[in-house]
């Protein structure tokens, strides 16, 4: 089992900057891909960005150019750095860690974009 664990939501004014973390923990040997959803309210769940363990990175349309993802794999942590946050940015932000097949995910984490 791996234990994923978000950090770093909060309220932002449009325009502003915030960095979200999300740790593994537990069985976290070959775990794979990391990466950043979020699901705003009467929506679905959407992909914001991801990263390989080698370091690859995937962005959503929407975000690319504004919000970069890193990851510390000694760690096992990953990063989502978020700048120019929209009211649009407002959602749920869950993050997702592979272990060969298996996703795991952790509780999310609120992020609020509003003046």
């Known amino acids: 089992q791996v234990q994923v664990v978000e950090s770093g939501g909060d309220l932002v004014q449009p325009g502003g900057s915030l960095r979200l973390s999300c740790s593994a923990s537990g069985s976290i040997f070959s775990i794979g891909t990391m990466g950043w959803y979020r699901q705003a309210p009467g929506k679905e769940r959407e992909l914001v960005a991801t990263?390989?363990?080698?370091?690859?990175?995937k962005y959503a349309a929407s975000v690319k150019g504004r919000f970069t993802i890193s990851r510390d794999n000694a760690k096992n942590t990953v990063y989502l750095q978020m700048n120019s946050l929209k009211p649009e940015d407002t959602a749920v932000y869950y993050c997702?860690?592979?272990?060969?097949?298996?996703?795991?995910w952790g509780q999310g984490t609120q992020v609020t974009v509003s003046s």
């Open positions: 990263i390989t363990n080698g370091g690859s990175t």
């Open positions: 997702n860690v592979y272990k060969f097949v298996t996703p795991y």
